[in-house]
């Protein structure tokens, strides 16, 4: 693969990718279950599982359920994000100009309408479980969904611990429940990872196949269930770590 890029050193915005399948249910299709990944990298490699991976299986999730003719009942948004390698500029950004903002928690009305948020952004490996982010509501809740693909491989792993440093925070920071799924390290950390490694060639496909049915399932379940993903308690007002004053 031959890839040719352009540097433009006159545009310094940063842009997200957006989509959504309408929710059908009257009292439910205002409410959103959202899912996503981040388009940049570092350039040393072309950024396959970092974060490539991640947004090739969120969009293969959505497409699954499309082609099977699903009518969600609640509205279900894709995004793609710019900037998280230089601090969740993307997802932050979106955050704190649609949802809020952590330093105050002055709360759009938005964000009491978002379910859930899911992300992917550790590499090519299969899903093994999820990161319930200190959320004990949802631990019985996520094992019986991930129950279905034991012979997958993904069954049962619900941790109450977080990974940090990618997208689902900025959810988290303004009260949604944000996540992020476990993965098999492969050789994320060791090779491909920020490095010029990270290239199509170190891509799984068969593990990147797994992992998009099971985020579909989780989408799919959100999107149907007669409640919303359970919450925790509201954060207090703060700084959002990664929150450098720029003018969102």
């Known amino acids: 693969m031959n890839v040719q890029n352009t540097f433009y050193d006159n545009d310094l915005t940063g842009y997200n990718f957006v989509a959504e399948i309408p929710g059908t249910d009257p009292l439910l299709k205002s409410q959103i279950v959202m ?20 947004c090739t299986v969120m969009l293969e999730a959505l497409r699954i359920i499309k082609v099977l003719g699903i009518q969600p009942r609640r509205t279900i948004r894709i995004a793609l994000w710019g900037g998280e390698e230089q601090g969740l500029f993307g997802s932050f950004g979106y955050v704190k100009k649609h949802i809020g903002d952590p330093q105050n928690m002055q709360l759009s009305a938005e964000q009491a309408n978002i ?13 093994r479980g999820i990161y319930a982010q200190s959320n004990p509501a949802v ?10 693909f ?15 440093s990618t997208d689902h925070l900025s959810f988290d920071a303004v009260g949604i429940p944000g996540f992020q799924f476990i993965q098999d390290p ?3 950390e060791t090779r491909t990872h920020h490095s010029n490694m990270d290239t199509y060639d170190h891509l799984s496909i068969p593990d990147l196949q797994q992992a998009a049915v099971v985020v579909a399932a989780f989408v799919y379940n959100t999107a149907m269930r007669n409640e919303m993903i359970p919450r925790k308690p509201l954060p207090k007002p703060e700084k959002f770590i990664f929150d450098l004053d720029f003018p969102f």
């Open 139 to 148: 631990r019985d809740l996520f094992k019986s969904w991930l129950a279905p």
């Open 150 to 164: 034991a012979d997958m491989g993904a069954a049962g792993g619900v941790t109450m611990s977080n990974t940090g």
């Open 35 to 54: 899912l996503g990944g981040h388009l940049d990298s570092w350039a040393g490699g072309t950024g396959a599982t970092d974060n490539g991976a991640g």
């Open 186 to 188: 492969l050789e994320y």
């Open 115 to 127: 379910s859930a948020y899911y992300n992917l952004d550790n590499g090519s490996g299969k899903i």
